[in-house]
């Protein structure tokens, strides 16, 4: 089945670092790469959608110069949070899918728990 | 605007069955999916309807009608470990998941 790793799964960091998040397909080639957040007994919510060789798409309400996304390979994308806040603690969660269009399955990754303090 | 609505817990006792609605409201319908999460964990992928009627995968079974905006996940011979959170989610333009707010399952022995 495909796989999507993350790295790192958790991490703590002081408020006003920056923190990346990797995200890779382990034996497919991902055309999309979508990132959710996650808060504590909430659903996921999309962040941005990333397509290989292009900029991210971003939600309304998603900053994107707080929340960079880099999609350098059909098997790796990254987030950035660039200047971490408490408010920023979450559940940051990726998914990758090699089809295209409404109805292609995502696969998940394991997560990454940030945490600032 | 999109919503997904879905009750927030349900409980039921292990052997049970039991249906977790989910009505929608979307701009753009192409199939609705159930995921299961398990707390600290990333969603795991159940389902997908495109199509109305119902799909069976062992003991799950998902169902669509897509002109009633509904589906439901039907979950079977109750165990244990399906203690979880299961979230409808919906696919909509350019391959995007929205997700309902989840529904907390307790199964109890």
Same mark, same amino acid.
């Given at each position: ?50 397509? +290989? ?5 971003? +939600?309304?309400?998603? +900053? ?54 | ?14 052997? $049970? ?32 309807? $495109? ?32 203690? $979880?959170?299961?979230?409808? $989610? ?20």
């Amino acid at each position: 089945g495909a796989v999507v790793s993350q790295h790192p799964s958790r991490v703590i960091c002081k408020s006003g670092t920056s923190v990346k998040i990797e995200c890779r397909s382990l034996d497919f080639q991902a055309t999309t790469m979508f990132w959710y957040r996650q808060f504590p007994k909430q659903s996921l919510m999309l962040m941005a959608t990333s397509n +290989e060789g292009s900029k991210a798409t971003y +939600e309304q309400g998603v +900053e994107k110069d707080k929340f960079l996304i880099n999609h350098a390979s059909l098997t790796l994308s990254t987030l950035t949070v660039t200047s971490a806040h408490p408010e920023d603690s979450s559940f940051y969660i990726c998914s990758a899918g090699f089809g295209q269009g409404a109805g292609s399955e995502q696969y998940f990754g394991p997560g990454t728990r940030l945490t600032v303090t | 605007g999109q919503s997904l609505e879905q009750p927030s817990e349900v409980t039921a006792v292990e052997g $049970a069955i039991v249906q977790i609605n989910c009505t929608y409201q979307t701009s753009g319908f192409y199939g609705l999916s159930w995921y299961q999460q398990h707390d600290g964990g990333a969603p795991t992928f159940l389902s997908y309807n $495109a199509l109305d009627g119902l799909e069976e995968t062992g003991r799950f079974s998902s169902f669509l009608s897509r002109s009633d905006s509904y589906g439901y996940l039907l979950l079977q011979e109750l165990q244990m470990k399906d203690s $979880a959170s299961y979230f409808c $989610a919906v696919y909509n333009q350019g391959g995007k998941l929205i997700f309902g707010q989840g529904t907390e399952l307790s199964v109890k022995p």
